[in-house]
């Protein structure tokens, strides 16, 4: 009786080994074209998707009457209506078109202030933009945006067909949620290919909390040693 145990352990152990080799030597052989399948690998395996991150740079051509440089109501509410189309955020930059200011009555530079000011009031950032075709009683206003989108592959059809996956690949679709759920989350897609640097601290705010902590600790002390004596 042991000698037929110890048989049938050496059987089963030559089995785990030859199935061992057949894994890592060959892959399956497709029975249509007799060649031998895609196997998975750490190459082929990975289940990540890229985010796309592109910069568009909408545009909205203000217009002004002749040889005036007020902004009107209509074009006021053009601006407004061109910043909610775009869903322009609270502090996004805003570049206005830099006109010369060589012009005698000084209307051009009345049209610029008269834009950015209004932009600064909404609470947009102003930054001149420099360029070679200028338009004629209009200055134009460029809204810059980054838009995050993901990887192409996650728009598809998820289905598979039904039958048996030899390769042992991940789906397609695998890390689309993933990839989906921080293209929405993130504030600033800009951050995702030109992340900010570390900015300074002011040390002012914390200090003064310190020192008033202090105070009333020096000043609480001195009232209960007063009062025990």
């Keep these: 009786m042991m000698k037929l145990w110890k048989n049938t352990q050496n059987l089963a152990g030559i089995g785990l080994v030859a199935s061992a080799m057949a894994l890592s030597g060959c892959g399956a052989i497709d029975p249509e074209t007799g060649e031998e399948r895609l196997r998975a690998n750490p190459y082929n395996s990975q289940m990540s998707k890229k985010i796309h991150v592109d910069r568009l740079t909408p545009v909205l051509v203000v217009n002004f009457k002749q040889a005036q440089g007020e902004l009107s109501d209509m074009e006021k509410g053009r601006i407004l209506g061109f910043m909610d189309a775009q869903k322009a955020p609270y502090g996004s930059e805003m570049q206005v078109e830099l006109p010369e200011f060589d012009d005698p009555e000084r209307v051009n530079e009345a049209r610029y202030g008269a834009i950015g000011a209004f932009l600064e009031d909404l609470g947009f950032v102003v930054t001149p933009k420099v360029v070679k075709d200028g338009l004629q009683n209009s200055l134009r206003v460029y809204h810059i945006k ?84």
């Design 146 to 229: 980054y838009v995050a989108t993901v990887d192409p592959s996650c728009n598809g059809n998820w289905t598979e067909p039904d039958g048996n996956r030899f390769e042992n690949l991940p789906l397609p679709h695998m890390g689309c949620a993933t990839a989906s759920a921080l293209a929405r989350m993130v504030v600033k897609p800009k951050d995702l290919v030109e992340p900010e640097g570390i900015r300074g601290t002011d040390g002012e705010r914390a200090a003064l909390s310190i020192s008033n902590y202090r105070k009333r600790g020096t000043t609480s002390t001195g009232g209960s040693s007063s009062e025990g004596n």
